[in-house]
């Protein structure tokens, strides 16, 4: 091999090592909690065949839809017992039936960065349905004292 031959390859070597670390970073991405794809929503169907009731079904679909248009958080997530965990209450209100459903969840802030896995929040989740209409879904944090 002749010298210039060896000026050259240095610079091949770089871009080979960058083209490696900057493929790795999706892998370093997922792995550190910080998904590179969106979370898939499930429907209310799919939810209700898993096992969940109609009612709280309704009020989880409702509340990953609110959370993909929120500009707080990223992600919701609940535990598999949610069902029996959730308070459902129901009422007559000048004439309309209302549904409310409340539930303790975690959610992931906006912007957590490449850790963003520690970054999970409680929260606790109210859907108010009138007359089986689209559920309106409010999303406040948990304070750590608070009851759930």
């Known amino acids: 091999?002749?010298?210039?031959?060896?000026?050259?390859?240095?610079?091949?070597?770089?871009?080979?090592?960058?083209?490696?670390?900057?493929?790795?970073?999706?892998?370093?991405?997922?792995a550190a909690g910080s998904p590179s794809f969106a979370p898939r929503t499930k429907s209310v169907h799919e939810l209700i065949v898993e096992g969940e009731r109609p009612e709280i079904s309704a009020c989880l679909y409702s509340a990953q839809l609110a959370v993909n248009k929120s500009h707080e958080f990223?992600?919701?997530?609940?535990?598999?017992?949610?069902?029996?965990?959730?308070?459902?209450?129901?009422y007559r209100l000048a004439g309309d039936w209302v549904r409310v459903t409340k539930f303790a969840?975690?959610?992931?802030?906006?912007?957590?960065?490449?850790?963003?896995?520690?970054?999970?929040?409680?929260?606790?989740?109210?859907?108010?349905?009138?007359?089986e209409k689209e559920p309106i879904v409010t999303l406040r944090l948990k304070l750590q004292n608070a009851p759930g």
Not at 107 to 127: N, T
């Open 105 to 131: 969840a975690t959610a992931l802030p906006r912007g957590s960065g490449l850790f963003s896995s520690w970054r999970w929040v409680g929260v606790l989740v109210e859907c108010q349905q009138v007359n």
């Open 74 to 90: 990223e992600r919701i997530r609940w535990g598999e017992s949610i069902s029996d965990e959730s308070v459902v209450r129901e």
């Open 1 to 30: 091999m002749s010298r210039g031959a060896k000026t050259a390859c240095p610079g091949l070597h770089g871009a080979r090592i960058l083209a490696v670390a900057l493929g790795a970073l999706p892998a370093v991405s997922a």
